[in-house]
């Protein structure tokens, strides 16, 4: 083995491997470090020169990465795998970069390319949906909290994927369908999690008001449930329909 010195610490490599395979990944920590230190997600604990550790959070979500043992696993025992974890649990991310022959490093510079573009759901690794819903979420309340992202979101992880599949329907069109689905959601907090009505709106606001005040309207004139009008006509003084 032996170490080489890169832009974020001392990176451990196999002896023998080739000297352009050394320079690429060299190059590559490079600008992994300028995105780091231009990118308001992504931040590195670099307090052990061999180890260090990018991180960032999204909502109730710490996502970690470590670049020096998945580069070396990578090269030293043919393990493509991510050393991640979100909340300290392993997730499976593959680094695609070794099909094509180039540097291990640059999946993990697409990795954070993906974080600082908010995770698009479509770009996002399938064992990573929790972590596009929650960014999805956390932007739902960008509108009333400046500090949207040490906010906590006071829903499960299935909570989050129903207002995520909810606002969706919303957005393409299905207003009704949507409404229902949060309203469904609305009931369960208020009936189940003993949720006061006042709590209700004040949560579900930034999800309603994904719909016009028009679709708002008319989904109160033909609700699910009757039951549904109790919390629409809160929501109603508040988007002024």
Same mark, same amino acid.
């Given at each position: 083995m032996r170490e080489v010195d890169t832009a974020i610490g001392l990176l451990t490599l196999p002896k023998e491997l080739a000297q352009d395979k050394v320079d690429a990944e060299i190059k590559g920590i490079k600008l992994f470090k300028q995105i780091i230190d231009s990118s308001k997600k992504w931040k590195m604990n670099d307090a052990m020169s061999r180890n260090p550790i990018i991180y960032c959070k999204v909502g109730e979500l710490t996502i970690k990465l470590n670049p020096f043992p998945t580069i070396l696993n990578s090269y030293l025992i043919n393990n493509f795998h991510f050393v991640l974890k979100i909340n300290n649990c392993r997730v499976c991310v593959i680094a695609k970069s070794h099909e094509n022959g180039i540097a291990v490093i640059d999946s993990m510079i697409s990795f954070l390319l993906l974080g600082d573009a908010g995770w698009p759901i479509e770009s996002t690794p399938r064992t990573m949906e929790d972590v596009s819903i929650e960014q999805q979420l956390v932007n739902r309340y960008s509108q009333i909290d400046i500090d949207r992202e040490n906010r906590k979101l006071?829903?499960?992880?299935?909570? &989050? &994927?129903?207002?995520?599949?909810a606002v969706s329907e919303i957005e393409k069109g299905n207003s009704w369908q949507g409404l229902a689905a949060l309203m469904r959601l609305a009931r369960t907090k208020y009936v189940c999690s003993v949720w006061t009505i006042t709590r209700v709106v004040d949560e579900f606001k930034p999800f309603i008001e994904t719909c016009t005040d028009l679709q708002i309207a008319q989904y109160f004139e033909n609700p699910f449930e009757p039951a549904d009008r109790i919390f629409l006509e809160k929501m109603m003084s508040i988007t002024n329909v």
């Open positions: 006071s829903f499960t992880a299935s909570d &989050k &994927k129903e207002l995520f599949e």
